[in-house]
């Protein structure tokens, strides 16, 4: 996860050093505040705390505004415009190396933030959870720690997060997820590329696009999909079940270590099947009646066959975990 490392450090770099050219407003420790920006036209919103909520909303006015309160260690609050940037970031005290470990025991920010629905919206923190919606435009969330909801945004959206639930409502376009520790369940549409990779935690998504791409270390794998063209699914434990149509000349790809792989495809669907278990297992096919073999020594077993004109390829493969496949 070389890129939530890269989060992390980029995060605590911009908490500890202050730029020199910043107009930085000063502001109190638990001040409430009111102030707007006129924005221009497609700006980009860069959002950047250390601790709290945040509250981001999608409007229809040409302005930024911000609303809420400060938290108890904040230093400085800068809300500007830099070029085509709306900048709108909270500075805390420090004291000592040890600074960013202890933000979770203090009060943070309160913020609530309207922006032109137009707006590209950019929103890094290390302990917040966050909730953005109605943008039009894009959305990218890189966070430490929160939970982190997302609805009603129509272009594209980007999420990495080490430790917290995220959850998305009704998006569309290209959807990038990657998370350590915490469930996902997301609501998809559109024909963009769609890519979940997660340590810990279920994932849980219904999508309409056609190439989807899912990488698990340990949880649970739910996915209701609609006419694929490509699916790869690599996990090492845990449980996945998956609906789709399989288009002509689709592909799916799917490996694990162990748990359970069950996929179901739409009535007689059309692909090349190539089935294997290497060290145990077992592989139950409710497509055909082609059954799977074994060999005279050892654990392994495999199946493979031709279902209609075999158009699409199916492979699936696991070391000791189980593998259904089923017709809708």
Known sequence: MT????????????GVLI????????????EKIDRMLDAPNNAKIDIEHVNGDAEI????????QVTGELGENTEEFIFEQRGNVIVIHVEVERSGMDWWKNKSKVKGDDL?????KTSDVNYTAVNADVEISDITQGVNVEVVNGDVLISDVADRVKVESVNGDITLKNVKGRLDIETVN????????????????????????????????????NGGIDLKLEKIDSLSVTTVNGTTNARMYLNKNGRLNANSVGGELHFSFQPE???????????GGKITNNVSSDEAKKPKYGPSSWLRFINNDGS????????????TIDAQ
């Open 312 to 323: 699409a390829n199916v492979d699936i493969s696991t070391v000791n975990g189980r593998i």
């Open 112 to 116: 609530v933030i309207f922006v032109p």
């Open 3 to 14: 890129t939530i490392r890269k989060t992390l450090a980029s995060v605590l770099f911009h």
């Open 182 to 217: 915490g469930d996902v369940e997301a609501a998809h549409s559109g024909q963009e590329d769609v890519s979940f990779v997660a340590v810990n935690g279920d994932l849980k998504l219904a999508s309409t696009s056609p190439d989807v791409t899912v990488e698990t270390v």
């Open 269 to 279: 669907v059309a692909a090349q099947f190539d089935i294997e278990t290497h060290a």
């Open 19 to 30: 730029s020199s050219s910043l107009l930085a407003v000063s502001a109190h420790a638990g």
């Open 57 to 64: 909303r999608g409007w229809d006015k040409p302005q930024v």
